[in-house]
């Protein structure tokens, strides 16, 4: 097998950031330091074998890395898995407490209207029974009877002239 040399420029020192990781992979950000370019006989230098001792140690680090990083993805989902329990339960608390004092409102709204209705009804019958004894009329009176007769005709007396 042949090896193939590819040369793009100046080689450069490049570095890897993990950026993030998800359980079935992590993600790696490239970027190139001006700074710290190496010249090329710094380069030529390492080995093959040294940079392969080099990769895998980065490449061991790297998995280190992400381990952990999953370890702590997996801690923190935990954690915030709990607080939403409590979270819920709490809400459900204030939710239960809410709808017990809304029955206990409904219950004193109902019994205040039916003792405002039962007062009403009591003065309704009171007012009724007292105007009632108050306004019972007098014993009918026998109205006069009057009794128009025709006056007989008698003769007058007779008028007698004064002397």
């Not at 007396?157 to 004064?162: G, L, Y």
Request: with cysteine; glycine share 2%; charged share 20%.
């Amino acid at each position: 097998m042949q090896e193939q040399n590819i040369t793009a420029g100046e080689p450069k020192r490049s570095t890897f950031k993990v950026v993030g990781g998800t359980d079935s992979g992590i993600s790696i950000s490239y970027e190139n330091d001006p700074e710290t370019n190496l010249s090329e006989a710094q380069m030529s230098d390492m080995t093959r074998n040294e940079l392969q001792a080099h990769l895998k140690a980065s490449k061991s680090e790297v998995e280190s890395v992400a381990s952990s990083m999953r370890t702590e993805m997996a801690n923190f989902r935990t954690s915030y898995t709990e607080s939403f329990k409590d979270i819920s339960i709490s809400l459900n608390n204030i939710s239960a407490k809410s709808d017990a004092t809304e029955k206990r409102l409904t219950q004193a709204q109902w019994i205040i209207s039916l003792v405002i209705s039962v007062c009403a009804v009591m003065l309704s019958i009171v007012i009724f029974f007292s105007n009632k004894s108050a306004n019972k009329p007098a014993p009918p009176q026998q109205p006069n009877v009057v009794v128009n007769t025709i006056p007989q005709t008698s003769t007058p007396p007779a008028i007698t002239p004064e002397k």
